[in-house]
């Protein structure tokens, strides 16, 4: 098998970068390894690329391709919107059909809200819990990401210390140029450690708006929480009359057709969905309990934006949550049958190889991570891992025809077929081979 090259890519990001800072318009692209390649092309699972390569693909837009590149019936309903209309600065009758679905997939979904974006949806959440609460403190946990707002984005990727004064973590805000204020209603906590968050309540407890989380942490390492901890949090929120909102922009429709919250058995009081809502086109929402979400139609709650709702997006919405909908558990257990395969075969791979790697997550998104650990539990034994050897091998799997995420996740989408997932095997192991060669 011969290593694929990237040399036009590269020229390409070259030129990029005179008009583009960093060459890429998302930072999360700039990790892509041996450099960010530019795309031609996608059909199904593979992407095409300005050297004329073909990749299997498992960034998937970073999570959306559920249901592949392309998928025919979504681009058949996003072809006879255009025919319809755009934009219309109004409503129309597929946001309230979206809207339906969603309340009929999701357990706390009662009523909807649509917006374009995963940030958007947080803030909107954000805002609704203060405003039904009357409360301004928000608990977020280390390693769990919310989007790029400034009231959310700390302590991701960076270690926690204590705090000098107060409970929970030190703040540690994940860009320059922040707000200095903006973590002033922000409490951080350590994740899975449902003692952690009690003590923090305890302080706090009657000041606390809300607690957000993934209900799966899945943008440092994929990592599932802890047997009795989702309940432990909800029975906490229950006590101190604080709303539970689970951040799903990752793992709505994608953990299950009711998500996380639907997987574990587990209901928020708001939940944020987005990326694979709409197979590709922008769309983000904000779901929750009725007596929760009707605080926006008072009008005292601003909610708004001019692409909310785009007959566009609510159209490929529509056809993609109606496929998942009819093909209810066949569909995911077709799905995890595929993802629990890939997964077994790359950890056949790693063992014959003897190589410190660890292959943990759902089946439908895990991640790869280069340690000695035998399963890791949160955001800190994800910082033990070996961030730069992974990166490195990056640049040997994508040689030989397989992308992955930055980050290390491995985003699987119906169209990965078991003839994909087994030429994605061996791929493996010749790029496991030939790192091991070096």
Same mark, same amino acid.
């Given at each position: 098998?011969?290593?694929?090259?990237?040399?036009?890519?590269? /020229?390409?990001?070259?030129?990029?970068?005179?008009?583009?800072?960093?060459?890429?318009?998302?930072? @999360?692209?700039?990790?892509?390894?041996?450099?960010?390649?530019?795309?031609?092309?996608?059909?199904?699972?593979? #992407?095409?690329?300005?050297?004329?390569?073909?990749?299997?693909?498992?960034?998937?837009?970073?999570?959306?391709?559920?249901?592949?590149?392309?998928?025919?019936?979504?681009?058949?309903?996003?072809?006879?919107?255009?025919?319809?209309?755009?934009?219309?600065?109004?409503?129309?009758?597929?946001?309230?059909?979206?809207?339906?679905?969603?309340?009929?997939?999701?357990?706390?979904?009662?009523?909807?809200?649509?917006?374009?974006?995963?940030?958007?949806? @947080?803030?909107?959440? #954000?805002?609704?819990? /203060?405003?039904? +609460?009357?409360?301004?403190?928000?608990?977020?946990?280390?390693?769990?990401?919310?989007?790029?707002?400034?009231?959310?984005?700390?302590?991701?990727?960076?270690?926690?210390?204590?705090?000098?004064?107060?409970?929970?973590?030190?703040?540690?805000?994940?860009?320059?140029?922040?707000?200095?204020?903006?973590?002033?209603?922000?409490?951080?906590?350590?994740?899975?450690?449902?003692?952690?968050?009690?003590?923090?309540?305890?302080?706090?407890?009657?000041?606390?708006?809300?607690?957000?989380?993934?209900?799966?942490?899945?943008?440092?390492?994929?990592?599932?929480?802890?047997?009795?901890?989702?309940?432990?949090?909800?029975?906490?929120?229950?006590?101190?009359?604080?709303?539970?909102?689970?951040?799903?922009?990752?793992?709505?429709?994608?953990?299950?057709?009711?998500?996380?919250?639907?997987?574990?058995?587990?209901?928020?009081?708001?939940?944020?969905?987005?990326?694979?809502?709409?197979?590709?086109?922008?769309?983000?929402?904000?779901?929750?309990?009725?007596?929760?979400?009707?605080?926006?139609?008072?009008?005292?709650?601003?909610?708004?934006?001019?692409?909310?709702?785009?007959?566009?997006?609510?159209?490929?919405?529509?056809?993609?949550?109606?496929?998942?909908?009819?093909?209810?558990?066949?569909?995911?257990?077709?799905?995890?049958?595929?993802?629990?395969?890939?997964?077994?075969?790359?950890?056949?791979?790693?063992?014959?190889?003897?190589?410190?790697? *660890?292959?943990?997550?759902?089946?439908?998104?895990?991640?790869?991570?280069?340690?000695?650990?035998?399963?890791?539990?949160?955001?800190?034994?994800?910082?033990?891992?070996?961030?730069?050897?992974?990166?490195?091998?990056?640049?040997? #799997?994508?040689?030989?025809?397989?992308?992955?995420?930055? #980050?290390?996740?491995?985003?699987?989408?119906?169209?990965?077929?078991?003839?994909?997932?087994?030429? +994605?095997?061996?791929?493996?192991?010749?790029?496991? /081979?030939?790192? *091991?060669?070096?």
């Amino acid at each position: 098998m011969v290593e694929l090259g990237f040399e036009q890519s590269r /020229r390409l990001l070259e030129s990029s970068k005179k008009v583009i800072p960093g060459g890429v318009n998302s930072n @999360v692209r700039m990790g892509e390894q041996p450099h960010p390649i530019f795309f031609e092309s996608a059909e199904g699972p593979y #992407l095409f690329d300005a050297d004329g390569n073909r990749l299997i693909d498992y960034v998937m837009g970073q999570g959306p391709m559920l249901l592949g590149h392309r998928p025919g019936f979504v681009l058949e309903a996003v072809e006879h919107q255009l025919t319809q209309g755009i934009l219309y600065g109004g409503q129309h009758e597929l946001e309230v059909e979206v809207a339906r679905l969603i309340t009929r997939m999701v357990p706390s979904a009662e009523m909807v809200r649509f917006n374009m974006t995963g940030t958007e949806a @947080v803030q909107a959440a #954000l805002r609704i819990a /203060r405003a039904t +609460t009357g409360r301004h403190l928000v608990v977020k946990f280390e390693g769990h990401y919310h989007g790029w707002a400034d009231s959310v984005l700390f302590n991701v990727g960076s270690e926690s210390e204590p705090g000098a004064e107060g409970p929970g973590l030190a703040t540690m805000p994940e860009s320059a140029g922040m707000a200095p204020e903006a973590s002033a209603s922000l409490i951080v906590a350590p994740w899975n450690d449902a003692d952690a968050l009690e003590e923090v309540l305890a302080s706090v407890g009657d000041s606390v708006a809300a607690v957000i989380m993934e209900p799966v942490m899945a943008n440092s390492g994929v990592v599932e929480p802890a047997p009795g901890y989702l309940e432990a949090v909800r029975d906490l929120c229950n006590r101190h009359g604080i709303i539970l909102i689970f951040d799903e922009v990752i793992t709505g429709f994608r953990a299950g057709l009711g998500g996380a919250q639907g997987r574990y058995g587990v209901t928020p009081d708001l939940t944020t969905m987005g990326k694979a809502l709409a197979s590709g086109f922008p769309v983000g929402c904000v779901a929750g309990r009725r007596e929760i979400m009707e605080i926006v139609s008072t009008g005292t709650v601003t909610h708004a934006g001019t692409f909310n709702a785009s007959p566009i997006s609510m159209a490929a919405a529509r056809a993609a949550l109606e496929h998942l909908y009819l093909g209810g558990s066949e569909l995911y257990d077709t799905l995890e049958a595929r993802g629990h395969r890939l997964m077994q075969g790359l950890r056949g791979v790693i063992e014959d190889r003897g190589v410190p790697c *660890l292959v943990q997550g759902l089946p439908t998104v895990f991640n790869l991570m280069f340690t000695k650990l035998t399963g890791v539990r949160d955001h800190r034994e994800v910082l033990l891992t070996d961030k730069a050897r992974r990166a490195a091998f990056q640049s040997h #799997l994508a040689g030989a025809g397989v992308r992955i995420s930055g #980050l290390g996740n491995l985003f699987l989408s119906s169209a990965h077929t078991g003839g994909v997932i087994d030429s +994605t095997i061996e791929r493996f192991d010749q790029a496991l /081979r030939s790192f *091991l060669s070096e």
